[in-house]
C-alpha cells in the first residue's frame, strides 16, 4: 500500500487549506486512515483519524472544531480540511494507513505512511 499526501503550502493565520493522501495499492476501505504532523525536534503526534468506513472520526483537541477528516473510499482518498489555521499547527503533516480494528491515536498501529506535506502558517 502506497500513501501519498498533498495539499501542503504556506498561508496565513485564519486562512484554510485541506491536504490530501492518495491510497494505492490496496483497498482503503480495509484500513482506518489518519492524519499526523511533526515538527523538528518533536515526535510525530496525532491530529486526526477516520473508521474505515467514515463512521468514526476522532481530534487531538488542539485541532478539535477548526480540522474536519473525510474520506472516500470509491477514490481511495483521505482528507483533512484545515480552517482557521495557527502558526503552532505550522508541521509536515502526514497520513497513515491502520488496521480497521485499530484505536486510531496510536502512532505505532499505523503501518503505512505517506511521505509528508509541509504546512507552514505565518502570523
Known amino acids: 500500500v502506497q500513501l501519498q499526501a498533498f495539499g501542503g503550502g504556506l498561508v496565513q493565520a485564519g486562512d484554510s487549506l485541506r491536504l490530501s493522501c492518495a491510497v494505492s495499492?490496496?483497498?482503503?476501505?480495509?484500513?482506518?486512515m489518519g492524519w499526523f504532523r511533526q515538527t523538528p525536534g518533536q515526535e510525530r503526534e496525532f491530529v486526526s483519524f477516520i473508521s474505515w468506513n467514515g463512521g468514526t472520526t476522532y481530534y487531538a483537541d488542539s485541532v478539535k472544531g477548526r480540522f474536519t477528516i473525510s474520506r472516500d473510499n470509491a477514490k481511495n482518498m483521505v482528507y483533512l480540511q484545515m480552517n482557521n489555521l495557527k502558526p503552532e499547527d505550522t508541521a509536515v503533516y502526514y497520513c497513515?494507513?491502520?488496521?480497521?480494528?485499530?484505536?486510531?491515536?496510536?502512532?505505532?498501529?499505523?503501518?503505512?505512511w505517506g511521505q509528508g506535506t509541509l504546512v507552514t502558517v505565518s502570523s
Open positions: 497513515g494507513a491502520a488496521p480497521s480494528g485499530s484505536y486510531g491515536y496510536k502512532i505505532r498501529e499505523y503501518e503505512y
Open positions: 495499492g490496496g483497498a482503503m476501505s480495509w484500513y482506518l
